[in-house]
Structure formats: structure tokens, C-alpha cells
Nanobody
Framework: QVQLVESGGGLVQSGGSLRLSCAASGRTSSIYGMGWFRQAPGKEREFVAGIDWKIVGDTYYADSVKGRFTISRDNAKNMMYLQMNSLKPEDTAVYYC?????????????????WGQGTQVTVSS
């Protein structure tokens, strides 16, 4: 089992920045990749960004966040991060950290085996 805990959410004005963190514990050796998803009220959970855990340099982004968000990891600390810049009101959502055990499409939430509890990000206009 893998446990994931997010932190770093909050309230920020439009154009501001936040950095989300995800701490992984447990059988982290079983992780193939990790990602961030978000879910706004009344909407489906959507992919934000993904990163391979064991392969250097492979990152993935939703078109809506490219150029504004940066995903990174620190394997030694079992940490994943999401640096969010130039935030917009439409980025308001609960952000979830997720991990998957197998090689699979990074964009689909059904491919992820473990989830954190989520952290709220609110961007005011």
C-alpha cells in the first residue's frame, strides 16, 4: 500500500502562485508514476500533470496548465510538487495527488491506484 498526503493549498488572488506538495509513504518502490488531478464543484475529475517516478525527465501536462504549472519530484524524500503560477479563477478546485503502479496512460484517473485526500485551491478574481 502507498499513502499520499497533499499540502499547500489555499486562497490566492488571480495571477498569484501556490506550490502543492505530496508526501508518499509505504511501498513507494511499487510506484511507476504519479500525477495531479483536480475536481471543481459539479465537474468531473480532470488530469492536471503527471511525472514518471523511475524515469528521468518524463513529465506531462494538460493543455490548460502548460506554461503555468510545473510538476517535479524528489525521489530521495518521496515527495512530488506542483508549482502553480499565473493562477486563474478557473483553476479553483480540489487538487488530488495520485500514484499508479503500472505503465499506463498518464491522463486517465482510472489508471491510478492510490489517492490522497485532496487540498483546496481557491483563486479569487
Amino acid at each position: 500500500q502507498v499513502q499520499l498526503v497533499e499540502s499547500g493549498g489555499g486562497l490566492v488572488q488571480s495571477g498569484g502562485s501556490l506550490r502543492l506538495s505530496c508526501a508518499a509513504s509505504g511501498r513507494t518502490s511499487s510506484i511507476y508514476g504519479m500525477g495531479w488531478f483536480r475536481q471543481a464543484p459539479g465537474k468531473e475529475r480532470e488530469f492536471v500533470a503527471g511525472i514518471d517516478w523511475k524515469i528521468v525527465g518524463d513529465t506531462y501536462y494538460a493543455d490548460s496548465v502548460k506554461g503555468r504549472f510545473t510538476i517535479s519530484r524528489d525521489n530521495a524524500k518521496n515527495m512530488m510538487y506542483l508549482q502553480m503560477n499565473s493562477l486563474k479563477p478557473e483553476d479553483t478546485a480540489v487538487y488530488y495527488c495520485a500514484a499508479r503502479k503500472y505503465y499506463s496512460a498518464v491522463y486517465y484517473y482510472n489508471n491510478y491506484d492510490y489517492w490522497g485526500q485532496g487540498t483546496q485551491v481557491t483563486v479569487s478574481s
